[in-house]
């Protein structure tokens, strides 16, 4: 187990619809991104927050967004949403500072958008 | 632009035996590189790391070798066994701290299949 929790697990949303995910990264870490899966693909890497800014970001539109607390959790927000959204959304935490940059993934919200 | 693809798409390898993963990146600035497995309904799981000023690393029955000068990621699984059958992805993230630097690059993933 990575610590890193996510929910809700599966969701289904009509296109048009706005979705919020949650994460709540593994104890003790600062930095949190989030990943999209398509089916069969590689994860996409959407945006990174550090102590609750933006500071990273992917080719996604600005109909995704994110916010991080002071507690480090954090959530990614989808407006508008399109067939093309259905994915795996995975977040993962970790600790800036040091040599070590690995990033510990939560098992992922399973997004289905009709 | 940065990618990084993997050479096979499956590997079935026999219980017990060695097991290799290849894995090419492009972005020759890149300076971080991981491996991750995934199983099925599950987010990817750190395996190994190695940074770009290093060539070989070795952890519990994997080894990771990088080869800079051909841009080229393996990773090597001794005495493969039934549990690792997953999807298996390399990872590579820019040099940096903000911007494009902060996010890992992954490639396709390779599934592989272990028989008993």
């Known amino acids: 187990e990575t610590g890193v929790t996510q929910s809700p697990t599966h969701l289904i949303k009509t296109r048009g619809q706005q979705v919020t995910l949650r994460c709540s990264s593994q104890?003790?870490?600062?930095?949190v991104s989030w990943y999209q899966q398509a089916l069969g693909q590689g994860p996409q890497f959407i945006f990174q927050?550090?102590?609750?800014?933006?500071?990273g970001r992917g080719n996604f539109p600005p109909r995704f967004s994110g916010l991080q607390f002071p507690n480090y959790s954090s959530e990614l927000n989808v407006n508008a949403l399109e067939l093309d959204d259905s994915a795996l959304y995975l977040c993962a935490s970790s600790w800036r500072q040091g040599a070590t940059e690995t990033r510990y993934f939560g098992p992922g919200t399973r997004l289905l958008v009709l | 632009g940065e990618s990084v693809g993997l050479h096979l798409p499956t590997l079935s390898v026999q219980e017990g035996d060695n097991s290799i993963i290849n894995c090419a990146y492009s972005n020759s600035a890149s300076d971080y590189f991981i491996w991750y497995k995934q199983e099925s309904g599950k987010g990817p799981q750190f395996i190994i790391d190695?940074?770009?000023?290093?060539d070989k690393r070795q952890g519990q029955r994997v080894t990771v070798l990088l080869n800079k000068t051909v841009k080229h990621l393996s990773l090597q699984i001794a005495a493969t066994q039934p549990g690792d059958s997953a999807v298996y992805f390399c990872a590579e993230k820019g040099p940096g701290r903000t911007g494009g630097g902060n996010k890992l690059t992954f490639g396709t993933g390779t599934q592989l299949k272990v028989e008993l």
């Open positions: 104890s003790g870490h600062n930095t």
């Open positions: 190695i940074r770009s000023n290093m």
């Open positions: 927050y550090y102590r609750e800014e933006e500071n």
